[in-house]
DNA sequence: CAATCGTGGAA
DNA sequence: TTTCCAAGATT
């Protein structure tokens, strides 16, 4: 039986993805973009901001050169969005520090933000062809099971276990083609559910497999239920139908975004309209109630239209026509809100 | 170490 | 309908 990682290398040939967009002209820039995008997101969801994202800065200069809020405007909707910004950063300091040349050493890759030692490993294998190692969820899933490994997956230990099981099986030549292979078994072969054992290259000396525990592994925590929060938002309106949004803190959720005027009690909404706006509104409508899910905790917002008389100039605000948003980094929520309002 | 940070699709 | 989780990193 030849090596885990020649058996790979032979699959991928006829069964691994090549036509995937950042596949195309691979570049180290490339690969660094569709690593953050990929992070926790799958590939179907992330395509289609790749092709517009890598049209709109095609290289580090030109994603060094615009502001936050473009970036932002073309990370809309995707999420986790501190990704985006670590991903601004990093441009500027890649187009300072280091030529506009995305680094080629695991010390320097990792000390950009938002990269880690996986992403750092895929940047090496998949655009510069060096030996390194990479763990993501792919990964990890094909290794508990090859290798039998049983603790819970969120345990740092067991991390630290499958780390050094990827590092031990990386080949010395095409590590280019061995890491999107062992990602491709993952996404195509050895999924989560329903896992299809009798194409996979490496059947032969499973663990899991052969003691029937495919479907256990890998072990995962129990997850603990959701917290629901709920607040209300206020959304200015002006005369001409603007809308009135605000830029949330930097930091934490949503950070940077545009978002509406948010309270978790009512009557402060009240109070931070009268306060700031000076005002009466003339007409408080009512719409429909937003539910959404978050990774930890579920919202429920019920949005409020205050119109107004005039529209004023406020600091970190912004009026906008509700039909014309595309330019602005909106979170999924506000954006659907704003469609309530344009279709009603 | 545990919590935080989004979203859409699959089951 | 609800739960789970997908090419993780940061604090």
Not at 81 to 102: C, F, L, P, T
Not at 283 to 308: D, G, M, Q, T, W
Not at 310 to 325: E, F, G, I, L, M
């Amino acid at each position: 039986m030849s090596k885990f990682s020649t058996r790979l290398i032979r699959w991928h040939k006829t069964n691994g993805r090549k036509d995937l967009p950042w596949q195309k002209k691979r570049t180290p820039y490339k690969v660094w973009i569709s690593e953050i995008m990929l992070q926790q997101t799958q590939v179907s969801t992330a395509t289609p901001y790749f092709k517009r994202f890598i049209k709109e800065f095609p290289n580090v200069k030109k994603l060094a050169e615009t502001n936050l809020d473009h970036v932002l405007s073309h990370w809309s909707g995707l999420g986790y969005y501190a990704r985006a910004r670590n991903i601004y950063e990093a441009a500027k300091i890649i187009s300072s520090k280091h030529k506009g040349k995305v680094p080629n050493s695991l010390e320097e890759l990792i000390s950009l933000p938002g990269i880690g030692k996986s992403t750092a490993g895929a940047i090496l294998a998949l655009g510069y062809k060096k030996k390194a190692a990479i763990l993501d969820g792919n990964v990890k899933r094909v290794l508990a099971r090859h290798r039998k490994i049983e603790g819970e997956l969120s345990l740092p230990s067991t991390t630290k276990n499958l780390w050094q099981i990827s590092e031990k099986l990386l080949p010395n030549d095409q590590i280019d083609v061995y890491t999107q292979s062992i990602m491709d078994l993952g996404a195509t072969v050895c999924t989560k559910s329903n896992p299809t054992c009798e194409h996979c290259p490496v059947n032969q000396d499973c663990l899991a497999l052969t003691q029937g525990l495919v479907e256990t592994l890998p072990t995962k925590s129990k997850s603990k239920p959701k917290p629901i929060k709920k607040v209300f938002w206020l959304i200015p309106q002006g005369p001409e139908g603007d809308l009135l949004l605000e830029k949330r803190n930097k930091k934490g959720l949503w950070g940077g975004l545009w978002s509406f005027i948010e309270s978790e009690e009512k009557e402060a909404l009240e109070d931070e309209f009268h306060s700031r706006f000076k005002t009466k509104y003339l007409n408080l409508k009512r719409l429909n109630k937003v539910k959404h899910n978050f990774s930890h905790y579920k919202l429920e917002a019920i949005p409020y239209l205050a119109e107004l008389k005039t529209q004023k100039k406020y600091k970190n605000s912004v009026w906008v026509n509700p039909k014309n948003v595309e330019s602005l980094g909106l979170p999924t929520p506000i954006k659907r809100t704003i469609e309530q309002i344009t279709t009603s």
